[in-house]
């Protein structure tokens, strides 16, 4: 079982639509909780970044995190074109003191249908 | 530029030929990682710097695989007698802590023929 579970899609939205992307993961020691936005054949992009469980808001985007569960989401509203990219989970542990790698789930591939 | 940089983007090889990518990172981000990644599949971590000191090393950088980043600035990521199976795109990233959001490159996409 890999340690970062993530739908590969592709999901394919209206414009307009709100888009949910999930996560689940393993590790109960993950308490940091990353959304990276890559376009094709380009470098990863850090969207959000969150520590430990709740919520967090960006404009269009909101990322949850449900520790108890496992389970992550990043919540995108009101959905455009440009939104369309493969969306990656990241997670990691404690940084404190050693270093701690990122795991990184997949992706999940969108598509915005104008 | 203020971004993470990195050199060629593309790369074709000959089987058995040696490659070597360079990573330039944000100035003053003292820690650089190097990630693997093939079509469909999320990053895979290589290594990891703080500074000049390779710190981590993962079971997947077999013995043909080497990375160097003297005087803790620009990294070298090199692999020697390439095989088909190291065909991937090969990304560095930097960041000032570790664990917390990383700043990537474009990467470096390889095909070895």
């Known amino acids: 079982q890999k340690e970062v579970e993530q739908d590969p899609g592709p999901l394919s939205v209206p414009e307009g639509a709100i888009v949910s992307l999930n996560c689940t993961y393993s590790n109960s020691a993950f308490q940091y909780f990353m959304w990276y936005r890559q376009y094709s054949r380009k470098g990863p992009e850090l969207l959000m970044y969150t520590y430990s469980s709740g919520n967090k808001e960006d404009g269009r985007f909101t990322a949850q995190v449900d520790k108890s569960s496992k389970y992550i989401s990043l919540f995108i509203r009101d959905s455009q074109p440009s939104d369309s990219a493969t969306y990656l989970c990241a997670m990691s542990g404690s940084n404190s003191g050693g270093y701690q790698k990122v795991t990184f789930g997949t992706g999940t591939k969108l598509q915005v249908i104008p | 530029d203020t971004g993470v940089s990195q050199d060629p983007r593309h790369k074709i090889t000959k089987r058995g030929q040696n490659v070597t990518f360079r990573c330039d990172p944000i100035?003053?981000?003292?820690?650089l990682y190097w990630y693997r990644q093939t079509l469909g599949q999320g990053p895979e971590f290589l290594t990891y710097?703080?500074?000049?000191?390779?710190?981590?090393k993962s079971r997947l950088l077999s013995d043909r695989f080497s990375a160097e980043r003297p005087k803790g600035s620009f990294s070298t990521l090199e692999i020697q007698r390439t095989e088909q199976g190291d065909s991937a795109m090969y990304l560095c990233?930097?960041?000032?802590?570790?664990?917390?959001?990383?700043?990537f490159g474009s990467g470096t996409r390889l095909t070895v023929v």
């Open positions: 100035s003053e981000h003292n820690r």
């Open positions: 710097f703080q500074n000049e000191a390779q710190l981590e």
């Open positions: 990233a930097s960041s000032i802590r570790t664990g917390e959001g990383y700043t």
